[in-house]
């Protein structure tokens, strides 16, 4: 089962400015960093932000990560129709010795 | 170009063993630990193992302790999950990933349990 919780849709119109939330506990985003990946339908996931808020090569600037205690946020600024996709937050955690992933955010550009 | 592709999926009856395979390129694969993540029908992702860079560490998801055993063969570049006892609820996408983070994904195999 999920252990970090995520809403389970968002959306905004081209152009706004959207945000996922990542809500876990001190035993996981407490403790580790959070990795965000993108899903894009019929596709494998892609990693989108590694340690809390590093954009690997190759993904835009218009998306950025924070976090703050136990909690984590992936925002997407300027929203593009190409964002339309499946997000998931994920961490390690101690206490189950094992890394665990979000229950998923469905963003929807309208 | 880092590359992982998982094959050995197919469809299975209930209690049967099946053995994935993830063979990767691009990368000086025994220097990462790896991982396994799973994704049934139109749910979310979910980790089901991890094994260090030697393989002398495993880590396992509490829903496939003791019925699943990851490992890798450095020589070879590849990486298994040898999964026994399989139940209708392990139906999903298997995805290889490079590093406990799964910064980079295979495109992933279907094992699908059914009677």
């Known amino acids: 089962q999920s252990v970090l919780t995520q809403p389970p849709s968002a959306s905004g119109t081209p152009g706004q400015r959207v945000t996922v939330s990542c809500s876990g506990s001190?035993?996981?985003?407490?403790?580790?960093?959070v990795n965000w990946y993108q899903q894009l339908p019929g596709t494998a996931p892609k990693l989108l932000i590694s340690?809390?808020?590093q954009r690997p090569s190759g993904v835009p600037d218009r998306f950025s990560g924070s976090k703050s205690g136990t909690s984590a946020s992936l925002a997407i600024s300027g929203l593009q129709s190409e964002d339309e996709a499946d997000y998931y937050c994920?961490?390690?955690?101690?206490?189950?010795?094992?890394?665990?992933f979000g229950t998923g955010t469905k963003v929807t550009v309208l | 170009e880092v590359q992982l592709v998982e094959s050995g999926g197919g469809l299975v009856q209930p209690g049967v063993s099946l053995r994935l395979s993830c063979a990767a390129s691009?990368?000086?694969?025994?220097?990462?630990?790896m991982s396994w993540v799973r994704q049934a029908p139109g749910k979310g992702l979910v980790w089901v193992s991890g094994?260090?860079?030697?393989?002398?560490?495993?880590f396992y998801a509490d829903s496939v302790k003791g019925r699943f055993t990851i490992s890798r063969d450095n020589s070879k570049n590849t990486l298994y999950l040898q999964m026994n006892n399989l139940r209708a609820e392990d139906t999903a996408v298997y995805y290889c990933?490079?590093?406990?983070?799964?910064?980079?994904w295979g495109l992933g195999t279907l094992v699908t349990v059914s009677s």
């Open positions: 994920a961490a390690w955690d101690d206490s189950l010795n094992g890394r665990v």
């Open positions: 990933a490079k590093d406990l983070g799964a910064t980079v």
């Open positions: 340690v809390n808020n």
């Open positions: 691009g990368f000086t694969f025994s220097n990462y630990a």
């Open positions: 094994i260090s860079d030697s393989g002398g560490t495993t």
């Open positions: 001190n035993s996981n985003i407490g403790k580790n960093p």
